[in-house]
């Protein structure tokens, strides 16, 4: 089989997944919230049908009729059971050459086992007719971010982790990503943001925007996650990436506890890039900067309050189908 990168997030999409909040168990009193934030997420992606089409996941009926009275005609409703929304990390990767990659999972390091997690990703990928190649390792979709170079980066806290794989060494690693997805160059950063129970999946701490250029954000005043993001632009400095600096939301607090916010879990659709809002300081500033890197796309800043309670944001709910 032919192996090809995958389309950087700024090509253009044929259409995109984005799961639904659909199990009042897990999400308690923040499900309501949730699903209006989620539905506004693909309200926005759609943008009056300027963006690509929108595939919205629901685990059930109940859910599904949820989403329906909430978008409208802006989105696909797709029934097909699944634990929960994080179709970064669960959905199959489609490649340039129209098929996918599905990847075992294990719920991020087996912290949240929940049925039918392990199988979304074929049985989205089917009732796409795209077919669907099984790759015997453990990776999810938010662990990685490409240039569509074959350019790749990562962090060691995730795909070293040995909760994910551990007979893979590092260049075991290397050698899974260039074979399974075609990319030939890894830029390794360490630790991600605090809090974070993927792990530290590198879609909330740097994300490319073009080729050999790698947003990382700045830290505010009092930020938990200061030292992190010095220590990642110190380590992509090291490569031949040009590092462009944004505001970051700084210290974000639910019940007390710092949560892992973070505007680089936006999204890059064909019409629109949607970054996380969380009523911070830098809310507004953080949507200019990322306007100024997509001069050709609307950057929309929408809350993700409720959604970042169950442990992400639009980034990680959301699975591109490359056109």
Excluded at 47 to 76: F, Y
Excluded at 170 to 190: H, K, P, Q
């Amino acid at each position: 089989m032919t192996r090809l990168t995958p389309a950087p997030e700024w090509a253009p999409h044929k259409a995109v997944w984005i799961g639904f909040p659909s199990h009042p168990d897990l999400w308690e009193d923040d499900l309501e919230p949730a699903r209006a934030e989620v539905a506004a997420f693909a309200r926005a992606v759609h943008a009056n049908g300027k963006g690509e089409r929108v595939l919205l996941v629901a685990a059930d009926e109940e859910a599904a009729n949820a989403a329906r009275a909430l978008v409208g005609e802006a989105a696909e409703i797709i029934v097909e059971p699944f634990g929960d929304i994080w179709l970064r990390d669960t959905a199959a990767i489609v490649t340039g050459d129209g098929q996918a990659r599905d990847f075992l999972f294990n719920g991020w390091g087996g912290k949240y086992d929940l049925p039918g997690d392990d199988s979304i990703g074929r049985r989205l990928a089917a009732q796409r007719h795209i077919p669907a190649q099984a790759c015997d390792w453990i990776l999810e979709g938010g662990a990685i971010d490409g240039d569509g170079t074959g350019l790749v980066v990562t962090t060691e806290q995730c795909l070293l982790n040995p909760n994910r794989n551990p007979a893979l060494s590092r260049a075991d690693v290397e050698a899974r990503l260039a074979a399974d997805l075609g990319y030939s160059r890894v830029i390794w950063l360490g630790e991600g943001l605090m809090n974070d129970h993927t792990d530290g999946h590198v879609d909330n701490l740097a994300r490319f925007v073009a080729p050999g250029k790698l947003v990382i954000p700045e830290p505010d005043a009092d930020d938990p996650n200061a030292l992190v993001y010095q220590h990642a632009a110190r380590d992509a400095a090291a490569h031949d990436v040009e590092i462009v600096r944004i505001p970051s939301p700084g210290r974000v607090l639910r019940d007390g506890e710092i949560i892992p916010a973070s505007y680089m879990n936006f999204y890059i659709g064909n019409a629109a890039v949607v970054v996380p809002q969380y009523g911070a300081a830098n809310d507004a500033a953080a949507v200019a900067a990322i306007q100024a890197l997509f001069p050709d796309r609307v950057a929309v800043g929408l809350h993700a309050d409720a959604i970042l309670t169950g442990g992400g944001s639009f980034h990680c709910i959301s699975q591109q189908i490359p056109a």
